[in-house]
């Protein structure tokens, strides 16, 4: 039972480009959440969503980010014209219907040049 | 300003020491979360306390919930190079069940 997965491991994209970041949960996990991770900054809360549902994007940013998990395949993040400050690591967690075992992937780490 | 403090920052010992790293804040968590993280990877879940005053064990690893369900304690017996990582403490304070609020972590070194 593969744990969860995160594509790419690394990106880089220049200003004005956009940011494709990829995770597919654990195989029964229903719940996928996106957190960043700003050098020497803890893990911030972006967004939590369902299957086809966004449940909590109260942390994400109002303009050029966008999160999706459509009813097949991977929840993905988005970020339109990325800027210098979207430079981070970003991980996903997945989690049952319980939700209190939570499993972070490996992580996103986005360059913006 | 922080919800969650953990202290200390940085801690380098050697091996075979007992350590103690605590997670303090002003506000109630209806339950904590401590994970461990190494560089270039994702958090990895060590332990959910839910009560207040509740104690759990991990092998050597001693978690405590505060009775208030404000401050947390990871308290490591004879740590050995293998634990060396950054130890994060995280918790729901309200919101959705998907909002967790992280610290920024206590980074510990052991030395053999």
């Known amino acids: 039972n593969a744990g969860v997965m995160q594509n790419p491991r690394h990106l880089v994209r220049r200003r004005g480009q956009e940011a494709r970041l990829r995770c597919s949960p654990m195989k029964g996990h229903s719940h996928v959440y996106w957190y960043r991770q700003l050098p020497e900054e803890g893990l911030k809360f972006m967004v939590y969503?369902?299957?086809?549902?966004?449940?909590?994007e109260s942390g994400m940013p109002k303009e050029r980010f966008s999160a999706e998990f459509p009813k097949e395949g991977p929840s993905i993040l988005r970020i339109q014209q990325v800027v210098r400050g979207d430079s981070a690591a970003y991980f996903c967690a997945s989690s049952p219907l319980d939700e209190t075992a939570w499993v972070f992937g490996p992580g996103t780490r986005l360059t913006v040049l | 300003t922080q919800l969650l403090e953990q202290s200390p920052q940085f801690l380098s010992i050697q091996e075979g020491e007992n350590l103690t790293v605590y997670c303090n804040s002003s506000?109630?968590?209806?339950?904590l979360q401590w994970y461990r993280q190494e560089p270039g990877e994702g958090p990895v879940l060590l332990v959910t306390?839910?009560?207040?005053?509740e104690v759990k064990k991990l092998k050597r690893l001693t978690f405590q919930f505060g009775d208030a369900r404000k401050d947390s304690s990871l308290h490591i017996t004879a740590a050995q190079p293998g634990d060396t990582g950054l130890y994060l403490c995280?918790?729901?304070?309200?919101?959705?069940?998907?909002?967790?609020?992280f610290g920024k972590g206590t980074k510990l070194s052991v030395k053999p």
């Open positions: 969503l369902q299957k086809e549902n966004i449940i909590d």
């Open positions: 506000s109630v968590f209806s339950s």
């Open positions: 995280a918790g729901h304070q309200g919101g959705s069940q998907g909002n967790l609020i």
């Open positions: 306390v839910v009560t207040g005053g």
